[in-house]
Each structure stands twice: as C-alpha cells, then as structure tokens.
C-alpha cells in the first residue's frame, strides 16, 4: 500500500453511513479554521481600538495602540495558512491578477490588502512619525536607524504637524471601522454563500463571524494588555479593564443570541438535512461544539464577567478572573471557527453518513505548523512593542477633531 | 415658508438619496460588478450545448463506465478519486436506506441486505451534471473552473491554484484533489473524445446503453428526445445548479 493513501485507507474504515466517495478526505483543514480564527483577532483588536478613537472613550486610551499593534502583527501573518493550505502556494498570485469576481474568496486579496497597507499601516504610522522623530535623535544602533527609514524622512515635530497626524489618522480610523466589518462580515461570506452545505449556507454567517470576531479580538487585547503590564511590573489601570471586561460582556451576548438565533431557526424550519445536522450536533461536533464553544466559550465568560458588573472583588481576584475568561473566550471562538470549518465537512452532502478528521501532528496540516502560525504573531508583537513602546510615547491625548 | 423650505429640501434629500441608490443598483449590475448575478442570470448555450441523460431503469450496476473512466483519463487508482462511480440505493421494508458503492462500484455490487427486507433497489450512475450555473464555476476566485463553449465543465490544471473551494461548493460530490498533481480534478465528459467526435468513454462502455450525452439544443438528437419522451428529473433542484444530467426515473431518495 502506497504510505500516501494510508491515512484515508484508515478513514474509510471509520466511515459512518454512506458518503459521496470523493468525500473520505477534508478538503479543509486546520490551517482553514485558523484563516478566520486570526483574522477575527485583528478585526476585533481593531474595533476596539477604534471605540477609543472615534466614540472617545477616554478609559480604554491606554488600550488604544497596543490594540492597534496586535491587529498588525496577527494581519501580517493572515494570509500564511491560506497560502501554504494551496495545492499551489506559488500560484498564489494568480487571484491578485486574475481575479474572478463572482468568487466569493477572489477578493480575498484586495480586502486584506486595503485593509493591511491603507488602514492599518497608515493609522499606526500617523500615530507614531512625531515618536519616531524623536527617538531616532535618542536612539543608537538598528534602532536608530529603524526609526529613520520608517519615519520616511519627514521630520517635522511642530505642534502644527502633530495636529495633522491626528487628523488624518482619525480619518483613517473613520475608514477603518467599515473596513474591519467589511473584512470580517467578508470571510464569514466565503462559507455563508455554499449553497451545498447547509451548515454553512446561512445569512447570518457574516454576521456571526464579525461579533465573534470582535468578542476574540476584544478578549485578545485584554489578555495582552494584562501581560505587557505584568511583564513592565506595572500596576494595571483597573478602570481600564474593567471597561473592556464591560464590552467584552455586552458583545458577548449580542454573539450569543445571534448564534442561537441561527440554530433556533435552523430547528423550527427542520429543513431536509435537520437529520444530519442534528446528528452532527449530538455526535461528532458534541464537544467540540457544546463543551468548548458554547459552555467553556460563552456561558462561562457570561457568568463570570456578567458578575463582575454588578459585583467588584478585590482587584486581584478581578484580574485573575478576566485572565482566565480570556483564555476561555479565545479558546471557545477557536473552536466556533472549527466547528464551522471541520463540522462543515464532516457530513456527507448526500446527507446520508460522516466522514471523520484527525488532526495529525506534524506535517503542513498538522498540529505542531498551527502552533507555530498562532506563536509567529505573538513574536511580532513582542518585536513591534519593544520597537515602538506604546509606554514611551510623547503626545498623550488625541487633539479632539469634532 | 421655514416649513416650506425644509420640506423643499426633504424632498430634494429623498431625491438625492433615491437617485444614489437607484444609481448604486445600476452599477451593480454593469460588470464587473454584476458579480453577485451569477446563479441569477439565464444560461447562456447557442450551438451545440452539452446534455447527459441517464436512465436508472437500465443500469444493471455492472459498474463499466466507472472503471472505464478510470483508465480513460489516469485516475488515481486508489478508492478516494472518482469522475464517475455508482450507487447502490436498497430502501428496506421498514423504510430505511441504505446507500453503498464499495469501490465506487467499479468491482460490482453484492446485495447486503436480505431479500425478505428489500422494498426496492437500484443503481444510480454519477458524475459530473456539467451544471449550467455550477457552483464550481462560481466560486473559483481565479477562474481555472470554466465552462466550455459547449456547456462542458472543464478545469485548466495549469492555472488552479487549488484552495479546494470549488470542492466545497459542489453539492453532487464530484470533484477531487489529484493527489500527484496537487490541482483539482473533475470529469470532462470526455471532452477530448467529444472534440474527436467520439462519445465519452463510460458511455460508449454501457453495455445497456443506460448513459447517453448529446447537444441540448437540437430537438432531434438522441438526449433531447429521452427528456421529451420520458419523465426526467435532476439532482438537488431546489439548489438551481442548472444540472444538465437528467435521470430516468429517480426516486425522490435520492440525493
Ligand atoms: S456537478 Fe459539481 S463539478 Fe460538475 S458542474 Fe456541477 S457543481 Fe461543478
Ligand atoms: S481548487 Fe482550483 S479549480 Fe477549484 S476553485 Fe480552487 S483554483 Fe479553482
């Protein structure tokens, strides 16, 4: 037996019902369910950012760029699963300059791009040129001159110029907000437009994946702004946190009644693949699905968070409290984009039997190369916090542009 | 005349607004960005427009045309990669279903299920319905999935890219990633015998003649008049895939 095919020899063994013969293997796997799993963080991480900015509120400023670093870090490294998921990573270019325009995944490369070069760079760059003026006369060695080539050489640090940046880069944040929503809402299309499978092909979709997103990114920023202050020895803004834990809250629920929405629905129409489907849901995606998404994901972080607000204990026991809801919550939206990536295509499209997925430990597809695409972005953002220190930053407030 | 004035200008407001979103609606639907029409316009097809029409009635489930179509076109051996395979449908007395196609069917079938608890069964021959608004065609973000003139379904595995989306968008199950090649495959129906005009291959290896193809738009050729003179019926309807494979006599199991 040829050692290629030995893992699908073993999957027809474990086949459950009837399935289109073509279908023993997943044609997506977990480098998939980590396309929308990051680029939700960076979506999120950017609307909380721009809560700050644009709707002023003052008690999440210290947020703002460590936010808008961890939305760039995890962006940079987006595409890579997509990419190295091709039977031909190297034909990747072809949908830049090819594009066929009535696929949904087409665009992929232009939304990801806009939103990389035009908005995120450009914000990050508004905010930190006058910094970076500064700490290259400050700075020796690579940094120094890091800061020079980024700063392209315009070097004006009057209060005038310092006006300017603030107001464009506000206007970058007003283009940013659609932008985020556009992203996001985009990826949960390319699964809510499969007409063959009824367990992507909802409207909501886009929907769902944009308030996950957010809840992911929202809990994301809050874990790193924990850290970066624990690792600095310095005492946390509670108020700070509190705040995020409040919308962490609000969101929270807005994605839970959506997604509840959708399967409500889905079991008061009972549409032909009801069968399947709640099979699925009672089965193979049990755990997956029940355990991790929604008890350790959503129920949990709401009753937990949910007694934060009216209940303060010491803020000790706070802190610990929305470490561990954190990791929770991001643990419990890995799982929502597995279970809509793996759980998708896990039943036949003849509705008539499973296939089953194991998710191997080495190899491009398998566990350790998902780790290492998840720890990349955490070595960036350590590279981008120690370049551009939120911490160091001269100009404190935003000049208000209303 | 303040109210007069500011109902002059609701009015040209709602104007306004009118005027952008019926703009916004035209735009729309000039290309490119009639994108979104896809599925919603009317196949195209003038001159010759391939059809396929399969008769259930007589398949015998020998499974020729499957492995015809295997060597015809260099599929993988292996029982994961198929262009064509049959089913077996038995639906027991207790109302129950059983599908199978060990190996695709290409090995024959043997009935699993006793003869006292059988209500009917039959074979069901599959492969590519070279849909007229496929899905696979649709979402294809570089367009290596296209339609041929002739209505035939084709991929340019020069060009894939192979990101496996037009595997999930296919709801009949009949693509798959060639394990050397890394791009996706898919039947042609034969398309380099059609160009020979030759018939395909699992067709012309029919031994009951139960699979025939021919030009949809000609009211005189062999397809044409099955789907006039008998009650067709394609997969999946209510998905509007435009499915150009039409079957004799499908039970509504079927799926
Ligand atoms: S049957 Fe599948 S592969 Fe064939 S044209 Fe239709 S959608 Fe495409
Ligand atoms: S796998 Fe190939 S043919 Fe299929 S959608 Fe991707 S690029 Fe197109």
């Not at chain 1, 355990?291 to 350790?296: D, M, N, S, T």
């Not at chain 1, 939206?333 to 089953?356: A, C, E, P």
């Amino acid at each position: 037996m040829n050692p290629q095919f030995e893992h699908l020899y073993q999957a027809l063994t474990k086949v459950d019902g009837y399935i289109y013969p073509n279908e023993i293997e997943l044609s997506w796997s977990i480098l998939i369910v980590l396309y929308p799993f990051i680029t939700g963080l960076v979506a999120g991480a950017f609307i909380l950012a721009s809560l700050e900015r644009v709707f002023n509120v003052k008690s999440l400023k210290p947020t703002y760029v460590i936010a808008l670093l961890t939305a760039f870090a995890f962006m940079l490294v987006a595409t890579m699963p997509l990419i190295f998921h091709l039977g031909q990573p190297l034909r990747f270019w072809e949908i830049m300059i090819t594009p066929h325009l009535t696929s949904a995944m087409a665009i992929f490369g232009f939304v990801y791009l806009w939103y990389l070069m035009v908005v995120l760079l450009l914000e990050i760059w508004f905010d930190y040129r006058a910094d970076m003026v500064v700490w290259s006369k400050e700075a020796t060695g690579l940094k120094k001159w890091l800061y020079k080539i980024f700063s392209l050489g315009i070097s004006d640090v009057s209060p005038e110029s310092r006006r300017w940046d603030d107001k464009l880069g506000y206007i970058v944040t007003v283009i940013g907000i659609p932008s985020a929503f556009l992203l996001h809402g985009y990826v949960g299309f390319i699964f809510g437009s499969i007409k063959a499978n009824p367990w992507w092909s909802t409207v909501m979709m886009p929907v769902i994946f944009l308030f996950s997103a957010m809840v992911s990114g929202i809990a994301l920023v809050m874990l790193v702004f924990m850290i970066v202050n624990y690792i600095r020895k310095q005492k946390i803004d509670m108020l700070c946190l509190d705040t995020i834990a409040k919308y962490l809250f609000y969101i929270i629920i807005i994605d839970f009644t959506l997604e509840s929405l959708d399967q409500i629905h889905r079991f008061y129409e009972a549409e032909e693949s009801f069968e399947i489907i709640s099979l699925l849901m009672s089965g193979k995606l049990f755990v997956t699905l029940l355990i991790f998404q929604v008890l350790i994901g959503m129920i949990i972080p709401v009753i937990s968070l949910g007694t934060m607000q009216f209940y303060k204990p010491k803020e000790k026991i706070r802190q610990g409290i929305y470490l561990v809801t954190g990791i929770l919550v991001l643990v419990g939206i890995f799982f929502m984009r597995w279970n809509v990536v793996i759980g998708g295509q896990l039943f036949s499209k003849s509705f008539y039997g499973f296939t089953s997925f194991k998710l191997a430990l080495i190899g491009p597809e398998g566990f350790l190369m998902a780790s290492i695409w998840l720890i990349i972005p955490f070595l960036i953002l350590a590279f981008l916090l120690w370049l551009f220190p939120p911490w160091k930053k001269t100009q404190e407030e935003h000049v208000s542009v209303e | 005349m303040k109210v007069a004035k500011e109902n002059q200008s609701r009015r040209s407001f709602l104007k306004n607004a009118g005027m952008s979103v019926g703009a916004l609606l035209v735009t729309s639907a000039l290309p490119p960005f009639n994108a979104i029409l896809f599925a919603a316009n009317k196949p195209k097809g003038k001159g010759i427009w391939y059809g396929i029409a399969i008769d259930i009635e007589k398949c015998i489930g020998c499974g020729n045309c499957a492995k015809t179509c295997k060597t015809e076109n260099d599929v993988p051996p292996e029982p994961f990669f198929f262009r064509s395979w049959v089913e077996q449908y038995t639906i027991k007395n207790d109302g129950t279903i059983k599908v199978e196609s060990p190996n695709g069917g290409i090995d024959g079938f043997t009935q699993s299920v006793p003869d006292g608890e059988i209500e009917k069964s039959f074979f069901v021959p599959k492969m590519c319905n070279h849909c007229a608004k496929s899905p696979c065609v649709q979402v294809c973000p570089v367009g290596a999935t296209f339609e041929s003139p002739e209505g035939v379904v084709l991929v340019d595995d020069t060009y894939c890219i192979g990101c496996r989306y037009c595997v999930q968008a296919c709801p009949y199950g009949c693509r798959y990633i060639h394990p050397t090649k890394n791009v996706v495959d898919k039947c042609t129906l034969c398309y380099h015998r059609l160009k020979k005009g030759l018939n395909p291959a699992c067709m012309e290896n029919c031994p009951t003649k139960a699979r025939i193809s021919g030009d949809l738009n000609d009211p005189e050729s062999e397809v044409s008049k099955f789907i006039k003179t008998k009650n067709v019926y394609v997969l999946k309807p209510h998905l509007n895939t435009g499915s150009k494979l039409y079957y004799n006599a499908l039970n509504q199991e079927v799926r």
